[in-house]
């Protein structure tokens, strides 16, 4: 390829100014406007200052822009030219990079089916074959590299495989039936032996958790229930005493009329007992606690 003479005599810029005296002035003229407090009388005036302020601001600042359009525009126009004589060359890279693109991922897609190939040659032999085509993490993406050799992935496939099958050995042999599938299902979605058998702890206290949460939804169901029959009970007894009193409280004793005193061991919580005494208050029974 012939070589190519590039000329472009760029002379460093350079702008006269007197800038040191302009900020002298502009601090001079700003001076009497520091400091100014205007009232609600006097906010016309105000308005008129900050009017002037900021048009001298504007001024400078177009001054400010002009400059520097002046002083691009020699660049400008150079890398417009620039830019024009490298498209020139983009049109051939593209076309050749386009049919190598083809080339490459024809390459890519041969090495792919390859691969494929010789893990199925060797991994459909092992008794966890289908446990490992669904491990996403077994195959490494530096296999499909033109410079990867079939022989070094061969090697690292029957060195996974022989880990595999190590880490399942060691899982069997920690867990029980219980919990062996699912620690094997994190084995299979991570490829840590420490990070599935880690979730083995994980999953019996949150199955610890879960029981003695539902023992206590289990064993309050129970008490509801039983606080509701005892309430029944005696909803149905106050209104069978306001019916017949006198066949109200002990059935197997004849009508008396003289008040007599009988005592009782009875077991029940305290629930009940509340419940009790709001019967016998409503049923006109006298009842005390015998302390032994």
Not at 38 to 49: D, H, Y
Not at 205 to 212: C, F, G
Request: hydrophobic fraction near 35%; charge should be negative.
């Amino acid at each position: 390829m012939n070589e190519l003479t590039i000329i472009n005599n760029v002379k460093a810029g350079k702008i006269e100014h007197n800038y040191t005296e302009l900020k002298a002035k502009v601090a001079l003229m700003v001076e009497p406007y520091k400091g100014l407090t205007f009232t609600e009388e006097t906010a016309k005036e105000g308005k008129s200052t900050l009017a002037s302020l900021r048009g001298l601001k504007t001024g400078l600042d177009n001054e400010r822009k002009r400059i520097k359009k002046e002083f691009m525009e020699p660049y400008l126009n150079a890398e417009t030219l620039m830019k024009e004589v490298l498209a020139i060359i983009d049109k051939p890279i593209d076309e050749i990079s386009s049919q190598l693109s083809v080339f490459e991922a024809q390459e890519k897609k041969d090495k792919l089916e390859a691969v494929v190939e010789l893990k199925a040659k060797i991994v459909n032999d092992s008794p966890h074959a289908d446990l490992i085509y669904t491990m996403k993490w077994f195959d490494d993406p530096r296999w499909e590299n033109k410079t990867y050799t079939l022989k070094k992935i061969e090697s690292e496939i029957t060195q996974k495989l022989s880990q595999i099958g190590s880490d399942l050995q060691t899982i069997a042999s920690v867990c029980d039936d219980q919990w062996t599938p699912r620690v094997i299902t994190e084995y299979t979605q991570t490829g840590s032996l420490a990070d599935a058998l880690r979730s083995k702890d994980r999953m019996i206290a949150e199955k610890e958790q879960a029981d003695k949460v539902a023992a206590e939804m289990a064993e309050r169901r129970r008490q509801d229930a039983e606080r509701e029959a005892a309430q029944k009970e005696i909803r149905e007894a106050s209104r069978a005493a306001q019916a017949k009193p006198e066949e109200a409280l002990v059935k197997n004793i004849d009508n008396f009329e003289e008040i007599k005193t009988f005592r009782f061991d009875i077991t029940m919580t305290k629930t009940q007992f509340n419940a009790l005494r709001q019967f016998c208050v409503s049923a006109g029974i006298k009842l005390s606690v015998v302390k032994e």
